[in-house]
């Protein structure tokens, strides 16, 4: 059996990972400001995480939610207290979509509505609704085209308001990325992000934050939303979640009651999954990531300000996006290849930096020079 050819692929085996770094079969160092599509939160093989597991793994890994797993409260606990929404209700996955599939079905069942406002350049995931509410045809099968889904510009209040009006009872629910990732780092305004707020607070619907990228601390917040200073009523969230162990999760306010078999997942929030979304809360707890990343983020942003040619910075904490002119395309495989800097990529040409959040001013700096060395050459 061969595999089924759907990822381009960078000729590059990893095979050992520490901290910010990653190192291949050819015992070749590579800084990683990529972190696996921003899923590494608190560094590779972070001892502490390692052990947690390794324990856990000695105890029992896995069994089904069919019994009580005092890790999943224990869980519910710690994330409620280190996202500041302590009132809100935790129900546990394993990837992004199937948080993002979760959250939109659970709008509907809550106000039994059908219709969902997303927007242009949204990314929400694969699965059958996520992909639906994901800006992009051509990942978008047949079988998953729908009429409930209305794709409206970003930052729009004038569009948003419209919307609403024309169908003020069909609106199940809006959901928004806080900083939209595979669309190019755009970030929602504060005052969008209140519209949304006002908007479904007065027609019953459901304000979705996907928090699948830009959670987790990793704008300089715990969500990315938060800077609006509004709650949403569901956060989704995964990738930093558990650092590379698939777990996922929707932080649920509490006025959406839950009923038994509404929601369910074999998988969701067993006890190694637990275990892994544990450590990840304590090492960023203990190590004051979240600020960390506002303070590198910063930093980068404002040296980054200062490089020639860039079109535009932009971003919020461990999460910018240099936007670069058309004739600079190979810049980020130079990074790559000459450089052995990992980085990720936007559509048309957009660099983005998703570091762990515990990275270094060195680090850092080092891209800093990798960067200025590139767009002077
Ligand atoms: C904002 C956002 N939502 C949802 C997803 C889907 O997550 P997953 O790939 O874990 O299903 C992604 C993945 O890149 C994402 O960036």
Redesign the pocket.
Do not use: I, P, T
């Given at each position: 059996m061969k595999l089924f050819d759907v990822y381009p692929l960078n000729d590059i085996t990893i095979v050992k990972a520490c901290a910010c770094n990653v190192w291949d079969d050819k015992g070749q160092k590579y800084l990683d400001f990529y972190g696996g599509?921003a899923v590494i939160s608190i560094g590779h093989t972070n001892p502490h995480y390692v052990k947690r597991l390794e324990d856990q793994l000695h105890k029992v890994g896995f069994y089904s939610n069919s019994i009580k797993i005092p890790l999943q409260v224990e869980l519910a606990e710690k994330l409620g207290k280190v996202s500041g929404k302590e009132d809100y209700q935790l129900f546990l996955c394993s990837?992004?979509?199937e948080a993002?599939e979760n959250a939109l079905k659970l709008a509907s069942f809550y106000n039994g509505r059908k219709k969902v406002i997303a927007f242009k350049k949204a990314?929400?995931?694969?699965t059958s609704l996520?992909v639906a509410v994901t800006d992009n045809p051509n990942i978008v099968a047949p079988i998953n085209q729908t009429d409930n889904v209305i794709f409206l510009p970003w930052n729009d209040e004038a569009a948003l308001e419209e919307a609403f009006k024309k169908y003020p009872e069909e609106i199940s629910s809006v959901i928004i990325?806080g900083i939209q990732?595979?669309g190019g780092i755009n970030i929602a305004s504060e005052s969008f992000l209140r519209k949304i707020r006002s908007l479904c607070d007065t027609y019953n619907a459901v304000f979705i934050a996907?928090s699948?990228?830009c959670g987790y601390g990793r704008s300089g917040k715990f969500y990315s939303h938060d800077y609006a200073g509004v709650n949403a009523d569901i956060y989704t969230m995964?990738?930093g979640m558990g650092n590379g162990f698939p777990v996922?999760g929707i932080s649920i306010a509490p006025k959406i009651h839950a009923k038994h078999f509404m929601l369910g997942t074999t998988f969701g929030g067993n006890h190694l999954a637990c275990a892994a979304a544990l450590a990840v809360l304590e090492v960023i707890e203990k190590d004051n990531l979240i600020q960390n990343a506002a303070e590198m983020g910063d930093y980068l942003m404002t040296e980054l300000k200062k490089l020639p040619k860039i079109k535009e910075v932009r971003g919020r904490g461990l999460m910018i996006g240099i936007d670069l002119p058309e004739e600079l395309k190979d810049v980020k495989k130079n990074l790559l290849f000459k450089h052995k800097i990992f980085t990720g990529e936007s559509k048309p040409n957009v660099i983005r930096l998703l570091p762990a959040l515990n990275v270094t001013k060195v680090e850092a700096d080092m891209v800093l020079e990798a960067l200025n060395a590139e767009l002077k050459a």
């Open positions: 599509h990837s992004g979509a993002n990314f929400h995931g694969r996520a990325e990732g595979v996907d699948v990228q995964a990738k996922a």
